[in-house]
């Protein structure tokens, strides 16, 4: 096959679904890897409209690294080979430090850092088979280059996540393999808007109140765009980005928390 493979986890709605389907332009094919069957269904049945072929949906739970690990295996019998992985699966939760649930802690910390470990890990396994290099990129974020208030288990996932890219970076380089990651301030996607939901509603603020709070924050004046995220993506796995590793790329339009 002469087209490239990426995997993209979390792709059935919002960044996700938007790098899978601007690769798919840039004539890759895509696994949609997704814990919302109905939803990566969709994506797939969307994208195969366009380019018959190019799309096929898997269901998993990234929190589960036997599923990472055949999830790589499907693809690479599906599509021959496996070029790029993509750790954009993630959740967060809104409450303060000393409210927040443990068990929602565990849940999210399973997904965000150790679904990326076990990407990694799966991904780096199958690239090393192949022999020829690999692109690894993780979803990182603002909020894991500075704190956010009221997402403290989040941000803490999301630097865990930039060390994780640049510790795989340093060990995969030999390999040919590259791990970067890239940081979205606010990107409207289902995400946002809960987040931007659940803190109006412990601020005791309306939502639309809270996003044009954060949006003023923003020195561009307005919220990313998942294709925003993508247009990136898309440079960071082509050849021009051959010489880039253990990097994580700040998508905030200039926006600085306080
Ligand atoms: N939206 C933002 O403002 C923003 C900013 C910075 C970073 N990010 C990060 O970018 C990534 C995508 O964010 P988004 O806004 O598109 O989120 P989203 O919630 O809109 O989409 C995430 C997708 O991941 C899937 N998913 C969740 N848990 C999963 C699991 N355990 N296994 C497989 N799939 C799972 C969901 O079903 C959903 O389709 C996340 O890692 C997020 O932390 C988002
Ligand atoms: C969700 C996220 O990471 C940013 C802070 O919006």
Redesign the pocket.
């Known amino acids: 096959m002469s087209n490239k493979v990426a995997i993209i986890t979390g792709s059935g709605r919002g960044i996700g679904r938007a790098i899978a389907e601007r690769l798919v332009k840039e004539d890759y094919h895509v696994a949609i890897a997704e814990i919302d069957q109905v939803t990566a269904k969709a994506v797939s049945d969307g994208i195969n409209q366009v380019r018959k072929g190019f799309a096929k949906y898997y269901v998993l739970d990234v929190a589960s690294r036997q599923s990472v690990f055949d999830l790589v295996d499907h693809v690479v019998n599906e599509f021959g080979r496996l070029d790029v992985f993509i750790n954009n699966a993630?959740v967060?939760f809104i409450d303060t430090m000393v409210a927040s649930d443990p068990d929602k802690i565990e849940r999210l910390f399973d997904v965000n850092i150790k679904g990326t470990f076990w990407g990694i890990q799966a991904a780096a396994t199958q690239f090393k088979k192949q022999g020829d290099g690999g692109r690894i990129i993780n979803a990182a974020?603002?909020?894991?280059v500075e704190g956010?208030a009221l997402?403290g288990a989040?941000s803490a996932s999301?630097f865990a996540i930039r060390g994780l890219g640049q510790s795989a970076a340093k060990e995969l380089a030999s390999d040919g393999i590259t791990v970067n990651a890239y940081d979205?301030?606010?990107?409207l996607t289902p995400?946002?808007d809960y987040?931007d939901e659940r803190t109006a509603q412990i601020k005791g603020v309306t939502p639309e109140v809270q996003r044009q709070k954060?949006v003023n924050e923003i020195a561009l004046g307005r919220a990313a765009l998942p294709e925003d995220v993508a247009d990136v993506v898309t440079f960071l796995v082509s050849s021009k980005a051959k010489y880039i590793t253990g990097q994580s790329i700040l998508i905030d339009g200039g926006m600085r928390f306080h």
Request: proline share 6%; aromatic share 6%; net charge positive.
């Open positions: 993630g967060a974020s603002l909020a894991g956010s997402q989040y999301k979205p301030g606010i990107v995400l946002r987040i954060v």
